[in-house]
């Protein structure tokens, strides 16, 4: 901070004069001695002039001599111009003084940092101020609507050392580019133009913009021409009055199943019946369509190269005599157009020929072909369904002949149809004949019990029970051994049972085998895939290609877009190689 200067105010005494230093006022001469009592006001800080200013006070004057004692009294006698160069005099400031003085007071009230008033002071002398202060230097810097606090820039200061006339004494001076002025001999100033003269240098500049432009406009043109428009007439040329008419047979079919939606439990029953069911055969009859085999095979049944091989054929579309199947494949591509529209399952074909004959006939075969290979799609399945029905019917079948044939001998041996019946006719008769003898032998006891029994008619009841036992003994050895080889008839009739068993279990077995067989014949029947037409193949009338309007117009759209593209390309190129 910069103390308060001490020469602001002034005091005036009697005995003296208020002047001004020397370099302060140009009217106060240099050397000339200040009287007595004199006031001298010379300033601390630079001045514009280049001197310095001082703030002295004068030498306090000695004794008074007795003249000027005498002078001072009041009852001396003096004359009145005598006693006038010494009435008081003094100096008020102006209002300018005071004026700055406020100013000044106000900044310092400010609060201002040292680095604040170290850079007014120089953007003050950057500017050619002279101030007496920092304060001073802000507010000359803002009497004059100056940012004081402004950051010189570099710019600026190189601009202010190439300004600066001469530095300081002792100070080697900076060397700066300097430029050289030209002289009248060396570069001559043009005269103005007369308005005549410019009017005719706007118009010749105007000409030679038009005439650039008509040149640019002409390559434009003539390029639009060659890489357009020519290859557009050649091809319209070509479609026109070259390309051979083609006629063009369309049809429509789509794969049906005979498999109903009741058919399929569950949720692939909801898929029964609609395109999704036939989504993947669709798909592989078209591809079917579409490969070389379809090509090969109707090539071998109607002549497709020996058709497209004709004279009349154009150089283009012609196949060349002894053609490879690769070529005859890519002309086949060309004129046999397969479309699948999965969302309603139909499978759209054209095909184009020479003679609308020609193309219903090549559409026919295709769609024979395309049953063909529907019907061999599920054949496989089919066949592998039935092949396992009739091995298993014929297993069971032979295996019930075999039982069959095992429950004859049996019985053969046995003599009898059925043993069953047979053991319960023979305990049925053994049953009779045990009640019989049961009788003898009471009868028996009652002759017993006589005094006197009669021995004939005891030996006759004897007899009969001795006869009854014998024939239970025979009837419980036909059960027991009925063929005398020393096997029961329990065990014939074990064996009996068992193949009557077998038997009827093979014939069982026989019967869902049948069962089978007929629900693999219906399953077989439901994976049946097949043709439904929905447009018929019929030959047109009329040409249907080449549609020489549109292919011309399309033929110009696509050399233009070329065209363009190449343009840009090279138009960018040319810009970043040129920047």
Do not use: C
């Not at 091989?309 to 053609?323: F, K």
């Not at 020489?548 to 593209?565: D, I, W």
Request: charged share 25%; glycine share 6%; net charge positive.
């Amino acid at each position: 901070m910069t103390t308060k200067p001490k020469a602001k105010k002034f005091r005036i005494r009697r005995s003296g004069t208020l002047t001004r230093a020397p370099g302060v006022a140009a009217a106060a001469p240099a050397n000339k001695p200040e009287p007595a009592g004199t006031l001298v006001l010379r300033p601390t800080r630079p001045a514009p002039g280049g001197q310095p200013l001082r703030l002295e006070r004068p030498a306090r004057p000695g004794p008074a001599s007795g003249e000027e004692v005498a002078a001072r009294r009041p009852d001396t006698a003096r004359p009145a111009a005598a006693a006038a160069p010494h009435a008081p005099q003094g100096e008020i400031s102006s209002p300018g003084e005071v004026s700055a003085e406020s100013d000044i007071d106000a900044i310092r009230r400010e609060g201002l940092t040292g680095r604040q008033l170290r850079l007014a002071r120089r953007n003050a002398q950057r500017h050619g101020l002279a101030p007496t202060s920092d304060f001073d230097a802000i507010r000359l810097m803002r009497k004059r609507r100056l940012d004081p606090f402004e950051r010189p820039k570099a710019l600026d200061l190189i601009s202010r050392l190439e300004t600066a006339p001469n530095n300081e004494p002792g100070q080697k001076p900076i060397q700066l580019p300097q430029t050289v002025p030209a002289g009248n001999a060396n570069l001559p100033a043009k005269a103005l133009a007369p308005i005549e003269e410019r009017a005719a240098e706007i118009r010749r500049i105007q000409r030679d913009i038009a005439q650039r432009r008509r040149r640019k406009l002409a390559l434009l043109a003539t390029r639009l021409a060659f890489f357009v428009l020519l290859p557009t007439l050649i091809a319209g040329y070509y479609f026109f009055a070259v390309a051979t008419p083609l006629y063009a047979t369309k049809s429509e079919f789509v794969i049906q199943q005979a498999e109903s939606q009741s058919a399929v439990p569950g949720l692939g029953g909801l898929f029964a019946g609609t395109q999704f069911a036939t989504n993947q055969d669709s798909i592989a009859v078209q591809s079917y369509l579409q490969s070389r085999d379809a090509m090969i095979r109707l090539d071998g049944d109607l002549g497709f190269k020996a058709h497209f091989s004709e004279p009349e054929m154009d150089a283009i579309q012609r196949l060349p005599p002894g053609a490879s199947n690769e070529e005859a494949y890519k002309v086949y591509k060309r004129h046999v157009k397969i479309a699948y529209d999965p969302t309603e399952g139909i499978i759209k074909m054209t095909v184009r020929a020479a003679s609308p004959e020609t193309s219903a006939a090549f559409s026919e075969a295709l769609i024979s072909y395309a049953e063909e290979q529907v019907d061999n799609l599920t054949q496989r399945l089919r066949e592998d369904q039935m092949s396992g029905a009739r091995e298993s019917f014929a297993e069971a079948e032979q295996r019930r002949s075999e039982a069959l044939a095992r429950l004859l001998t049996i019985q053969q041996d046995l003599e009898v149809l059925d043993p069953v019946s047979e053991a319960g006719s023979l305990m049925g008769q053994i049953t009779s004949l045990e009640t019989q003898m049961q009788e003898r032998q009471l009868q028996l006891a009652a002759l017993l019990d006589n005094r006197s029994p009669n021995a004939a008619r005891v030996e006759g009841v004897r007899a009969d029970i001795r006869r009854l036992e014998a024939a239970i003994t025979e009837l419980r050895g036909q059960m027991t051994d009925p063929t005398g080889d020393g096997s029961s008839l329990a065990v014939k009739n074990a064996e009996l049972r068992v193949a009557e068993a077998d038997f009827a279990t093979r014939d069982l077995m026989l019967q869902q085998a049948l069962q089978q067989m007929e629900t693999a014949r219906i399953e077989a029947n439901r994976q049946v895939r097949y043709l439904s037409m929905g447009v018929n193949p019929l030959p047109p009338d009329e040409p249907t290609y080449p549609r020489a309007f549109e292919k011309t117009f399309l033929a110009f759209l696509v050399f233009g877009g070329v065209y363009l593209m190449i343009s840009l390309t090279a138009s960018i190129l040319r810009e970043q190689v040129s920047s």
